[in-house]
């Protein structure tokens, strides 16, 4: 069985209770993921979808759809901050029928560790979605303390930022930072240091989440 067929949406109960019934016409899902929202709609009679996703890795699951339903689906690898400039480009006479959103890092991004988006598996410090100028090996080596420190702070609300920016600063005059678990490891150095009473996966994933933020340009 492909992962595609494994993927099941988080929001899909909900998807469905706001577009049913769904009606005849051309839906957008900006977030493709592993096409089961996508899939979903495609099997509703007279629906169309345009489906986006920053994503190479989801392409192979694109074509198994494309393959069942070829005539009533394009996939587009992009960003969906880009949407406008996609429709633009398309020319549409019709206003689509709804335009899906549903947020989030997918579990097969997250479960595979080249990807570098766990702490919870060793990997390669990349944190990227698709359609990136940077890595999170990037933001760790590159930046200075200080805006690192800010990028804890505001996008992670650890309350220590400042010695988590600190030792790796420290870190990175004897080597380069090219580890998820090289990365928790000094994230954990900084709680222990703190506080003995410190709870492991919060402490990473305060971090990691702020730099996945950066690297990706969430919220922009």
Known sequence: MSLELNHIPVMS??????LAPYKSGLY???TFGGGGVTRRILSKKNTKIISIDRDN???SFSKEISKEYNNRFEFIVDKFSNLQNILKERNLQKIPVAIIFDLGLSSFQIDDPERGFSYRQDGLLKMTMGKNNISAHDIVNKLDQKDLKNIFNLFG???DSA???KLIIQKRQDKQISSTHELAEIILRAKRYKNNKYNKIDSCAKIFQSIIMIVNQELT
């Open 57 to 59: 890795f989801v392409d």
């Open 163 to 165: 010695l988590i920016a």
């Open 157 to 159: 609300e650890d309350k």
């Open 13 to 18: 109960e909900e998807i469905d209770n706001i």
């Open 28 to 30: 957008i899902d900006c």
